[in-house]
């Protein structure tokens, strides 16, 4: 079973920064893409930004310019920086991987357990 491992959440004030890890249990070369989404109370939950195995990224409009994913491939570790936090960035973060082992494979979607970001004076 694929395990995704987040960590990083926490309560930071307006303006502030965050840096969210996420670190699967398999090997980032056997995922197509991987990406956050979040959640608020009441709300669906949506794509933040994504990243795909070539380094190619893909962020959500309310984020672009202060949010930035990578990839740092030593540390099979994916990173959302957030810079310029704001009130409604508060939500539940999750961690997402689209694994494919093989050419053979079909496409399977994991989820970490999610992490809490309070952005709040």
């Given at each position: 079973?694929?395990?995704?491992?987040?960590?990083g959440?926490?309560?930071?004030?307006?303006?502030?920064?965050?840096?969210l890890?996420?670190?699967?249990s398999e090997?980032m070369?056997?995922?197509?893409?991987m990406g956050?989404?979040?959640?608020?109370?009441?709300?669906e939950?949506?794509?933040?930004a994504?990243?795909?195995?070539g380094g190619?990224t893909n962020y959500?409009?309310s984020?672009?310019g202060r949010?930035?994913?990578?990839?740092?491939?030593?540390k099979?570790?994916?990173y959302?920086?957030?810079?310029?936090l704001?009130?409604?960035d508060?939500?539940?973060y999750?961690?997402n991987?689209?694994y494919?082992?093989?050419?053979w494979?079909?496409?399977?979607?994991?989820?970490?357990?999610?992490?809490?970001?309070?952005?709040?004076?």
């Amino acid at each position: 079973q694929v395990q995704l491992v987040e960590s990083g959440g926490g309560l930071v004030q307006p303006g502030g920064s965050l840096r969210l890890s996420c670190a699967p249990s398999e090997s980032m070369f056997s995922f197509n893409a991987m990406g956050w989404y979040r959640q608020a109370p009441g709300k669906e939950r949506e794509l933040v930004a994504s990243i795909t195995s070539g380094g190619s990224t893909n962020y959500a409009d309310s984020v672009k310019g202060r949010f930035a994913i990578s990839r740092d491939n030593a540390k099979n570790t994916v990173y959302l920086q957030m810079n310029s936090l704001k009130p409604e960035d508060t939500a539940v973060y999750y961690c997402n991987g689209k694994y494919r082992p093989s050419v053979w494979s079909i496409v399977s979607n994991y989820w970490g357990q999610g992490t809490q970001v309070t952005v709040s004076s």
